[in-house]
């Protein structure tokens, strides 16, 4: 069984239906923890450390072969507690970030100023010292929005921040929620999304694991 860890109920649809399209057979459970996000958010990732990994312990003491971590802001904390609990804790923009370091230059766009370090240190540690040259937007009044549940208002938002995107070899979408969103722009510069790379990395360890 995968257990997924989110900080929004809005990832659940989502990931049930590219569970749905892309691996069926897949035993998936959600866990929502809006707290952590709030809590991480004001006081810094690690102060959820201790969270985190209590959460974590519970789930694996109930079966879960693997776990996916939906959120950028907490995934670094997360994948930490993978050796301890012995099995695969994944962060779901780890792929993602992969995708993109093999380019130059990398433009991440978020709508969360706390996803923006981990995001840009996650890449850099992918590229394993290639060159790259990273810049970063935070899409102002886009969380606004989606803390509202103005779904609609928030991808149309991100994707008016991707648009203004030129000089880029690629685009990254640093939160999962922002997925939609590279569906609607105009841009020609490629743009990743964590989602769907994410849950094929998190059902390739749960099938390793059986």
Same mark, same amino acid.
């Given at each position: 069984?995968?257990?997924?860890?989110?900080?929004?109920?809005?990832?659940?649809?989502?990931?049930?239906?590219?569970?749905?399209?892309?691996?069926?057979?897949?035993?998936?459970?959600?866990?929502?923890?809006?707290?952590?996000?709030?809590?991480?958010?004001?006081?810094?990732?690690e102060?959820?450390?201790? #969270?985190?990994?209590?959460?974590?312990?519970?789930?694996?003491? #109930?079966?879960?072969?693997?776990?996916?971590?939906?959120?950028?802001? /907490?995934?670094?904390?997360?994948?930490?507690?993978?050796?301890?609990?012995?099995?695969?804790?994944?962060?779901?923009?780890?792929?993602?970030?992969?995708?993109?370091?093999?380019?130059?230059? /990398?433009?991440? /766009?978020?709508?969360?100023?706390?996803?923006?370090a981990?995001?840009?240190?996650? /890449?850099?540690?992918?590229?394993?010292?290639?060159?790259?040259?990273?810049?970063?937007?935070?899409?102002?009044?886009?969380?606004?929005?989606?803390?509202?549940?103005?779904?609609?208002?928030?991808?149309a938002?991100?994707?008016a921040?991707?648009?203004?995107?030129?000089?880029?070899?690629?685009?990254?979408?640093?939160?999962?929620?922002?997925?939609?969103?590279?569906?609607?722009?105009?841009s020609?510069?490629?743009?990743?999304?964590?989602?769907?790379?994410?849950?094929?990395?998190?059902?390739?360890?749960?099938?390793?694991?059986s």
């Amino acid at each position: 069984m995968l257990v997924l860890l989110h900080t929004s109920a809005v990832h659940v649809p989502v990931f049930d239906g590219l569970r749905d399209g892309d691996h069926p057979s897949l035993a998936m459970r959600h866990l929502v923890h809006e707290e952590l996000l709030a809590r991480a958010v004001r006081e810094g990732p690690e102060a959820v450390a201790g #969270d985190v990994a209590a959460v974590l312990a519970e789930v694996v003491a #109930d079966g879960a072969r693997a776990v996916l971590c939906t959120c950028s802001t /907490i995934a670094d904390v997360a994948e930490a507690c993978g050796p301890a609990l012995g099995v695969p804790v994944l962060r779901v923009d780890r792929p993602m970030a992969a995708a993109a370091a093999r380019h130059r230059r /990398i433009v991440v /766009i978020a709508a969360l100023q706390s996803t923006l370090a981990p995001t840009t240190a996650l /890449i850099r540690d992918e590229a394993a010292g290639r060159e790259t040259e990273l810049r970063t937007v935070v899409v102002e009044g886009a969380w606004e929005r989606f803390e509202a549940g103005d779904q609609d208002g928030y991808l149309a938002a991100v994707a008016a921040a991707v648009d203004e995107v030129g000089d880029a070899d690629v685009v990254v979408l640093a939160q999962a929620s922002m997925a939609g969103a590279a569906e609607r722009t105009r841009s020609r510069v490629p743009v990743l999304a964590s989602p769907r790379p994410g849950l094929r990395a998190a059902a390739a360890a749960v099938a390793a694991s059986s």
